[in-house]
Every structure is written in C-alpha cells, then in structure tokens.
C-alpha cells in the first residue's frame, strides 16, 4: 500500500489541540479513581488561585487523549486491519502498551504544529521578530515558553480577553 493510501476497514484517528473527541463519553478510557492522573478521565477544571500546569496535569490530558484516539480508532477499524497495521489485537492491550507512562522526554525532536492567526497579527509578530533578530517560530516558542510558567486563567477573563483581542485586531488604527 502506498503511503497516505487508506487501508480499507483502517480508520487512523489524530486528535488535533481543539479535537472534542478526547471529552466524549464513548472514548474517554476508565481508570480507577485511586490511579488516575488530574485530567486523564475527564477535563481540566479552572481552579482560583492555582499554579501553572503540572507534569502530572499535562500528562493525565496526553494519556486521555492518546486512549481516546485508540479508543476511537479500535471502535472504528477492522481488528484484522488494526493487526496488520502491527497493532495489539485488542484495545485493552493497545492501552497497557501504547499509552504514554510519561512526560515527552526534554531532548525530544520538536513536534509540527499549525495554528491559524489574524493576518494582521501575523504580519505585526513577523514584523517584531524581524526587529529582534529571530525567526517567527524562536518568537511563537518563546511567547508559548513564557506562557506554559504562568498559572491559567480564569475562562471567563480568557474569552472577554479573546473577544477584545479581535475587536482591537479589527478596528485598530495603524
């Protein structure tokens, strides 16, 4: 088979940052209580007060994530299809070996990711890491690193935020 050509009966499942499918009943991997990590069976909560995400948070969400997207594409493949893919033939032992035990590892090979941004936006931040001597992704990277040490906000200030964000995007003068 060719490759990008879709094996009949094979349905591969990537779950992009804003995929709800992570959140879907029907996919969301059990696990006892007294083991789970914060977020591996269900969301985050916004808590006052609270630190920045933890290893154990943003692991707790990849375990969610990756068992709902085995979850999903066991339910939605062949088994003889999933075997030929060199998969376990079941999702329970797709889930003890394929499920990720920890963290990224800090040298890990950066990942590719695409995001969509206002044009004005983009032309104002290509324009600032012009002036500081770096590339557009050194800029993304930074602002993300700076982000990541910074505890979240409440979600009711994030989208009051958002929406003030694109009205200024909109009628800014200059």
Do not use: C, F, H
């Not at 977020?39 to 990756?66: H, I, N, Q, S």
């Not at 990942?111 to 931040?125: D, Y």
């Amino acid at each position: 088979m060719a490759d990008g050509e879709r094996a009949k009966g094979y349905r591969k499942v990537q779950l992009k940052p804003g995929d709800p499918t992570s959140l879907d009943p029907r996919y969301i991997v059990a696990v006892p209580d007294e083991v789970a990590l914060p977020g591996e069976t269900g969301a985050l909560a916004y808590e006052p007060g609270r630190g920045p995400v933890t290893d154990d948070e943003a692991l707790g969400v990849l375990r969610r994530r990756k068992g709902a997207q085995l979850a999903r594409m066991y339910a939605e493949s062949e088994p003889r299809v999933l075997e030929q893919r060199g998969l376990p033939p079941t999702l329970d032992e797709a889930l003890t070996d394929l499920l990720p035990r920890e963290l990224p590892a800090r040298d890990k090979a950066k990942e590719v990711t695409s995001i969509s941004l206002p044009p004005r936006l983009m032309a104002r931040l290509v324009a600032r890491a012009e002036i500081e001597g770096r590339n557009l992704n050194a800029l993304i990277e930074m602002m993300l690193w700076r982000l990541d040490r910074q505890p979240p906000l409440d979600p009711d200030d994030v989208r009051r935020e958002y929406a003030e964000m694109m009205d200024d995007l909109k009628n800014r003068a200059g």
